[in-house]
């Protein structure tokens, strides 16, 4: 495997439902991002995780749960969710810190979530 | 106020023609990095190309080139040759500063390429 993966690549649950999403990098970068993309919406960052420990909470519910456990996993536990919450999640990696050249994100095909 | 605008929602271009995506942005810092994502409707969003705030030179991957106008703050990525291939969604990027942690995002240009 290379690159960014996800799965599963399709989900569909119900609102009491509970679900995870799973992302691995094999780029050996240290950190890690979940995003949501939304019909008509730019991408909107979730989470950010740097070294395992999570840098970045944007306001996002507590239905929605990330779990990091070592840098080159991350999940993305789901519980109760809401329709509205249905989206592609997107999973990131990036090699951060000062001088590291292209400090770009790269993605993974995401999961296309459908809740009903 | 958008720190990235796309102004173009959808494009249209025909096979083995160039194409310019706009792209204009807004920030206040001196060090920042411009990126052009590419998502095909499968939704994997590909890295296409960057631009860092003190490159002198334009920056060039393959049949993609970024017009980079610094004083305009426009990052336009052009890309030459079309293939049927380049039709998807296309996002340009922003970071500010070193860290890679905050990337904003433009509403994105579809482009469709006409055989």
């Known amino acids: 495997e290379t690159g960014v993966t996800q799965t599963p690549r399709h989900l569909v649950m119900g609102m009491t439902n509970k679900k995870s999403l799973k992302c691995e990098q094999h780029?050996?970068?240290?950190?890690m991002y979940w995003y949501k993309q939304s019909a008509k919406k730019p991408l909107e960052l979730m989470f950010v995780?740097?070294?395992?420990?999570?840098?970045e909470n944007n306001s996002v519910p507590s239905r929605f749960s990330p779990e990091c456990p070592n840098s080159s996993h991350l999940f993305l536990h789901l519980h109760t969710l809401q329709p509205e919450d249905s989206a592609l999640y997107l999973c990131?990696?990036?090699?951060?810190?000062?001088?590291?050249?292209?400090?770009?994100?790269?993605f993974g095909p995401g999961t296309r979530l459908t809740v009903l | 106020a958008q720190k990235i605008t796309q102004t173009q929602p959808g494009m249209f271009v025909q096979e083995k023609e160039a194409v310019t995506l706009d792209c204009t942005y807004d920030?206040?810092?001196?060090?920042?990095?411009l990126f052009w994502y590419k998502q095909p409707s499968s939704g994997e969003m590909i890295f296409l190309i960057y631009?860092?705030?003190?490159?002198?030179q334009n920056a060039t991957e393959g049949r993609y080139s970024l017009n980079f106008q610094k004083a305009r703050k426009s990052a336009n990525l052009v890309i030459s040759a079309s293939q049927l291939g380049d039709s998807a969604m296309y996002f340009c990027?922003?970071?500010?500063?070193?860290?890679?942690?905050?990337?904003?995002f433009g509403s994105g240009t579809r482009l469709l390429v006409r055989p």
């Open positions: 631009q860092g705030s003190y490159d002198q």
């Open positions: 990131a990696s990036s090699q951060d810190g000062v001088g590291t050249g292209v400090w770009g994100q790269f």
């Open positions: 780029l050996g970068h240290n950190a």
């Open positions: 990027a922003m970071r500010e500063g070193y860290s890679s942690y905050k990337l904003i």
């Open positions: 920030t206040s810092d001196p060090s920042y990095g």
């Open positions: 995780y740097s070294l395992e420990e999570r840098v």
